[in-house]
């Protein structure tokens, strides 16, 4: 009997926080939503003038991309990440990163009886890309915890989602030349690269960790959070030539295609560093407001040197913090979501306005003031 794709899959864990958001948003004075990392900023304005006036668009765009998009992906990447040797066929742009990601697996030919490795603690797209795909996952942070086997397909995430951590350059190149060793392919998702506040984080296709080859190694990236693109689904992934030959290949066929008037409004975003300086100002302010005031009331922060979010934890079960901050109006991410590691740490979000930055801390100033009037 035919299984449903869905009963392969988990339960879509968001459905899980319903009750903790309705509780939140019955706060006199509204509820501060850092649960999730979707941009609230404006989406800056030379890329909505770029999309207006590439809004003709009566025929079908090319899977493999426009070449002025391709060729801003490949420019972006050399001036902000150093990466260099690239060339057009490279590169392909995605409907958004995690069309990509969910993908991935699926499109190179994993399938049953193949082994999908990703972090302890991973956006858990990576799971469900491999569970489509009919593959075994592992969540392992450490190469010697895999063991013997020779994985098809293994996924970093630096810096990471949730928790901020950046792996260091020495790291990625063991994780690279033991993939190599292997023939494992090497996904490296890097949406949050530009996001770096206590360490520059680095992309596993920088020639200080590849060794100036591609070879057997794809690396995803988004505009949604650096560039507030999320509503327009702009992401690429690059990489071995061979590899993304074979993924455009399976696009072609599936009719996977970023509409044209998004890959000229993504190769504007792409050549435009100011937008992106200035976007990281207000993610540094609300940064900067956010910590101290988990801080003060009672939490430890863990990692998050980079990325949008704050792992934190008060040693208790990460639903018992979803509930208590639900109280003062708060919604954030339990840690269970992204694997049994974080079922102590929630993860809190930037992705706030300012005002409901200020708000946030203030509840939290005035929630530790009284608990330490009761300890006293």
Known sequence: MRQRVSQRLPDFPWDKLAPAAERARAHPDGIVDLSVGTPVDPTPESVRRALADAADSPGYPVTIGRTETRA????????????????????????????????????????????????????????????????????ADSLTAIGP???????????????????????????????????????????YVELGWETQPVSVLHPDVCGGSPDGIL??????????????????????????????EVRKNLGLILPGPQQVAMAAALADDAHVDEQRERYAARRALLRP????????????????????????DCWATVDALAELG???????????????????????????????????????????????
């Open 293 to 316: 005031a988990l801080e003060g009331a009672g939490f430890r922060i863990d990692h998050s040197e980079a990325s949008l979010y704050l792992w934190a934890t008060r040693g208790e």
């Open 219 to 248: 690396a995803v990236h988004s505009l949604s959070k650096r560039s507030n693109l999320a509503g327009y689904r702009c992401a690429f992934v690059a990489g071995d030539p061979d590899l993304v030959t074979e993924l455009l």
């Open 330 to 376: 708060m919604l954030v991410a339990p840690g269970a979501f992204y694997g049994a590691a974080g079922r102590e740490h929630v993860r809190v979000a930037l992705t706030v306005t300012d005002e409901r930055a200020a708000t946030a801390a203030q509840r939290l100033a005035t929630s530790g003031q009284t608990s330490g009037s009761r300890t006293r």
């Open 149 to 191: 086997e020779r994985p098809a397909m293994l996924w970093l995430n630096s810096p990471s989602n949730p928790t901020g951590r950046v792996l260091p350059v020495d790291h990625l190149r063991k994780v690279v030349e033991w993939c190599r060793e292997r023939g494992t392919v090497l996904v490296s998702d890097e949406c």
């Open 72 to 139: 801003a992906a490949l420019g972006w990447m050399e001036r902000r990440l150093g990466v260099t040797g690239l060339g057009l066929d490279a590169v392909i742009p995605s409907i958004g990163s995690k069309e990509m990601v969910a993908s991935l697996a699926l499109h190179l030919g994993v399938g049953p009886g193949d082994l999908v490795v990703y972090p302890e603690l991973a956006y858990p797209t990576y799971d469900v890309g491999a569970l489509l795909a009919g593959a075994r996952t592992l969540a």
